[in-house]
């Protein structure tokens, strides 16, 4: 699959100043949001943060991912690096789905038992476009901020060098907890 790619913008947030730059794949649009000084960075701190409009932007407190992206960026802005806002929301089931799973959840399902009633694979992401990222970007070494043993493990079939994991740790609250054990008792996360 073809992949658009646009040029790079500034980005002043609320964290600090930084690059951005966007890569098209099909449907999906994604970014690479860099600090101002990645291009110099040897060994650079990275963030693949998969989308979730509801934890992201809403607030949603049935998940980490908002504290996890205030997090990455907070810590790239202080200490460099690249986080890639991986635009696949829900695992990879899209919105409406996720909203359904949701549902499900809310009548006891963990998010793996919803998203297999749903017809889905506990995982339907992939990671394909996070390659062609970093190729464009030039990077051969990283230090990954991240939970995920799937995305160190996909990360290194690149031939990308894991020079050291950085543990993406946040606040447990009764809305998230039974989604955090989840992830680390069924989906291996790190946590």
């Known amino acids: 699959m073809?992949?658009?790619?646009?040029?790079?913008?500034?980005?002043?947030?609320?964290?600090?100043?930084?690059?951005?730059?966007?890569?098209?794949?099909g449907n999906q649009e994604h970014l690479a949001i860099m600090s101002l000084d990645f291009k110099e960075i040897e060994i650079p701190y990275?963030?693949?943060?998969?989308?979730?409009?509801t934890g992201d932007t809403l607030g949603s407190l049935k998940?980490?991912?908002?504290n996890q992206l205030d997090l990455?960026?907070?810590?790239?802005?202080?200490e460099g690096g690249l986080i890639i806002y991986h635009r696949q929301e829900g695992r990879n089931i899209g919105l409406l789905n996720k909203v359904n799973a949701y549902a499900l959840q809310d009548q006891?399902?963990?998010t793996?038992?919803?998203?297999?009633?749903?017809?889905?694979k506990e995982d339907e992401r992939d990671y394909k476009v996070i390659g062609h990222i970093f190729k464009d970007l030039g990077i051969k070494?990283?230090?990954?901020?991240?939970?995920?043993?799937?995305?160190?493990?996909?990360?290194?079939s690149l031939g990308i060098k894991i020079e050291e994991r950085i543990p993406a740790i946040t606040k447990?609250?009764?809305?998230?907890?039974?989604?955090?054990?989840?992830?680390?008792?069924?989906?291996?996360?790190?946590?």
Request: hydrophobic share 35%; net charge positive.
């Open 108 to 110: 006891g399902r963990n």
């Open 2 to 25: 073809k992949i658009e790619q646009s040029n790079i913008a500034s980005l002043p947030t609320k964290y600090g100043k930084f690059k951005i730059k966007a890569y098209k794949e």
């Open 46 to 53: 990275v963030r693949i943060h998969s989308e979730c409009l």
């Open 72 to 78: 990455a960026m907070r810590f790239i802005a202080k």
């Open 141 to 156: 070494k990283i230090k990954l901020i991240t939970n995920n043993p799937k995305k160190i493990e996909y990360v290194e």
């Open 63 to 66: 998940c980490d991912c908002q």
């Open 172 to 191: 447990i609250n009764k809305y998230n907890e039974h989604y955090l054990n989840t992830k680390k008792n069924k989906m291996g996360h790190l946590l």
């Open 112 to 120: 793996i038992e919803a998203n297999l009633e749903l017809g889905f």
